[in-house]
């Protein structure tokens, strides 16, 4: 069983900022990716940032220059530092992961239960 815990997701004013973490625990050799996706009511879940196990990025433009995702591998952590906020960053954001478990099982998908990110004045 692999588990993954968001937290840091709030009530924000335009222009702030938050700082979401993930942390992943349970049977873990490994994990590749680690990655934010976003859900807004009404819209599809989209790809917010990713990061590899060898720490390369990658951002939906939406978020360029304003998100940085970042990870402890020690730790089994994921970051994303969330800085000039906007209107349109209000979703649910839900941490993923592809976790290796064992040779045998390979990756493995993980989510988690998401944290709500509301940028609000």
């Known amino acids: 069983q692999v588990q993954l815990v968001e937290s840091g997701g709030g009530l924000v004013q335009p222009g702030g900022s938050l700082r979401l973490s993930c942390v992943a625990s349970g049977s873990i050799l490994s994990i590749y990716v680690m990655a934010w996706y976003r859900q807004a009511p009404g819209k599809q879940r989209e790809l917010v940032a990713s990061?590899?196990?060898?720490?390369?990025?990658n951002y939906a433009d939406s978020v360029k220059g304003r998100f940085t995702i970042s990870r402890d591998n020690a730790k089994n952590t994921a970051y994303l530092q969330m800085m000039s906020l906007k209107f349109e960053d209000t979703a649910v954001y839900y941490c993923?992961?592809?976790?290796?478990?064992?040779?045998?099982?390979?990756?493995?998908?993980?989510w988690g239960q998401g944290t709500q990110v509301t940028v609000s004045s």
């Open positions: 993923n992961a592809q976790v290796l478990v064992d040779r045998y099982s390979g990756y493995e998908t993980s």
């Open positions: 990061i590899t196990n060898s720490h390369s990025t």
